[in-house]
């Protein structure tokens, strides 16, 4: 079995000094903010900026495009898209743990179980959330509960451009919107990234889809960040002005394209719903739900678990979409005849 490695706990207590110190870069000035000659481009003065108590990193230099966080450095820095060996080697540079160990709880033959909320929570995500494969984990048989997201402490720099968006025949206007574009590197290189918010409008992740049609082996067509859980937001639910009624489809482009034509979405990003989801929903005010689930037998079952779920708290409709369709391929003609439209 591998060893558990907790992300969040490896980039919160490692040391960004030891690890460019690891690399042999000079920290140049005092306190929590610190700058070095950037690695990632031929640079002559320190424009790497580097905040050694948030753990983040930018480069200021018009010729670089370098920010993340302290893990990614690594990465970026180990040439690897594997999350996994860059967190084992950063844990390595800083002398730390790659989980907590006082909350970290293993539970093997004869002892005595951990708490069963944390059980049914790991359940609920593995059920929800499968991990992707580059950064599958192996987990404790049982965690604490996710309190939630952490916004994050940087942003991309994305090709809005880039023609990917274009053959996806998202507008450029919708792209701005979105804010979305083609990263070049990092984790996410090589991905049309979307930013996720939560319902506070603050950014939480972004899920990158590979641009090309053939996928290499062993890489999944969607990526997440390894500590971002999916379950505990709602994909655009932030830009509903009046969320009384809103549609919920399954995908990220299902929700760009109604957005697109003025109607209220938001994307499970998955095909199950979580209990947090419906929560967020309750609090921001819905009262009506049209389900559009994609026009497939997969869809298809999910709506039938979807709705005895949602029905005890809002009036639902179910919208069957014909057969091998989605929300971002149905006709307009379709989407105007079965859901309500806001005024442009």
Not at 25 to 37: H, I, P, Q, S, T
Not at 83 to 96: D, F, K, N
Not at 135 to 160: I, M
């Amino acid at each position: 079995m591998s060893q558990f490695i907790d992300f969040i706990y490896v980039k919160n207590h490692a040391d960004f000094t030891a690890v460019c110190a690891h690399y042999g870069l000079k920290l140049v000035g005092r306190g929590e903010e610190c700058r070095a000659l950037c690695p990632f481009h031929d640079d002559t003065e320190p424009s790497l900026s580097i905040n050694l108590t948030k753990n983040v990193f930018n480069c200021f230099s018009g010729d670089c495009d370098a920010r993340g966080n302290i893990l990614e450095f690594v990465a970026e820095m180990e040439e690897t898209d594997d999350l996994r060996s860059a967190a084992v080697q950063l844990a390595e540079i800083s002398g730390c743990e790659l989980a907590d160990p006082a909350t970290k709880r293993m539970t093997a033959k004869g002892k005595k179980k951990s708490d069963p909320k944390g059980s049914r929570w790991k359940a609920r995500r593995k059920a929800q959330n499968p991990p992707e494969p580059e950064t599958q984990e192996e987990e404790p048989e049982a965690t604490e509960p996710s309190k939630g997201n952490e916004p994050l402490t940087f942003k991309l720099k994305l090709d809005a451009e880039h023609p990917y968006g274009e053959e996806c025949g998202v507008s450029s206007a919708i792209i701005d919107t979105m804010e979305m574009g083609y990263c070049s590197r990092g984790m996410m290189a090589d991905r049309w990234c979307i930013p996720i918010h939560n319902s506070d409008g603050e950014l939480v992740a972004y899920a990158g889809r590979w641009v090309d049609e053939d996928l290499p082996k062993g890489t999944s067509r969607y990526l997440l960040p390894p500590d971002f859980v999916k379950t505990l937001e709602l994909f655009n639910l932030h830009r509903i002005q009046d969320p009384e009624h809103v549609v919920i489809v399954e995908g990220y482009f299902g929700a760009i394209r109604l957005h697109a034509l003025w109607v209220p979405v938001v994307a499970l990003m998955g095909s199950s719903i979580s209990e947090e989801q419906v929560a967020l929903m309750e609090n921001a005010g819905v009262k009506r739900i049209t389900l559009m689930l994609d026009g497939d037998k997969a869809g298809r079952t999910a709506a039938g678990a979807i709705v005895p779920v949602v029905a005890q708290r809002f009036f639902v409709r179910d919208v069957v979409l014909p057969d091998g369709t989605e929300p971002d391929t149905v006709p307009e003609a379709f989407v105007f005849e079965h859901v309500e439209r806001l005024e442009p």
